[in-house]
C-alpha cells in the first residue's frame, strides 16, 4: 500500500496560483495512475486532473487552461499547479494512487483509485 501527504495548500485572492504537491511512500510504483480530487463543503468529491501511466493526462473541464499535473517518478511526487484560481476552486483537495494490479488504465473517478491523503486546504478569495 502506499502513503500519500500531500503540501502546498492555503489561502489566496482571486487570479493568483498555488502548487500543490503530493508525496508517495512505501509501496510506491511509477506505474502507478495518480490524480488529484477535490471536495468542497457539501459536494461530492470530484476528479481535477489525473495523469495515467505513460503520462497522458486529463482535466475536468472547470480546470483546463488554468491547472498542470505533473509527476516526477524518480523523486515518488505528484504536484498540481494552480494558475487563476477562482473562488469556486475553494475545497479540499486529494492526492490519489491506483493500484499497479488494477491496470494502467483509469479515469477520473473515485473509484479507480485505492490510495488517498489526508487533504490539504485550498480558499481563494474574491
Known amino acids: 500500500q502506499v502513503q500519500l501527504l500531500e503540501s502546498g495548500g492555503g489561502s489566496v485572492q482571486a487570479g493568483g496560483s498555488l502548487r500543490l504537491s503530493c508525496a508517495a511512500s512505501?509501496?510506491?510504483?511509477?506505474?502507478?495512475?495518480m490524480g488529484w480530487f477535490r471536495q468542497a463543503p457539501g459536494k461530492e468529491r470530484e476528479g481535477v486532473a489525473i495523469i495515467r501511466s505513460f503520462g497522458t493526462t486529463l482535466f475536468a473541464d472547470s480546470v483546463k487552461g488554468r491547472f498542470t499535473i505533473s509527476r516526477d517518478n524518480a523523486k515518488n511526487t505528484l504536484s498540481l499547479q494552480m494558475n487563476s484560481l477562482k473562488p469556486e476552486d475553494t475545497a479540499m483537495y486529494y492526492c490519489?494512487?491506483?493500484?499497479?494490479?488494477?491496470?494502467?488504465?483509469?479515469?477520473?473517478?473515485?473509484?479507480?483509485?485505492?490510495?488517498w491523503g489526508q487533504g490539504t486546504q485550498v480558499t481563494v478569495s474574491s
Open positions: 490519489a494512487a491506483r493500484s499497479p494490479s488494477r491496470g494502467p488504465g483509469c479515469q477520473a473517478r473515485v473509484t479507480d483509485f485505492d490510495a
Open positions: 512505501g509501496n510506491t510504483h511509477s506505474n502507478y495512475c
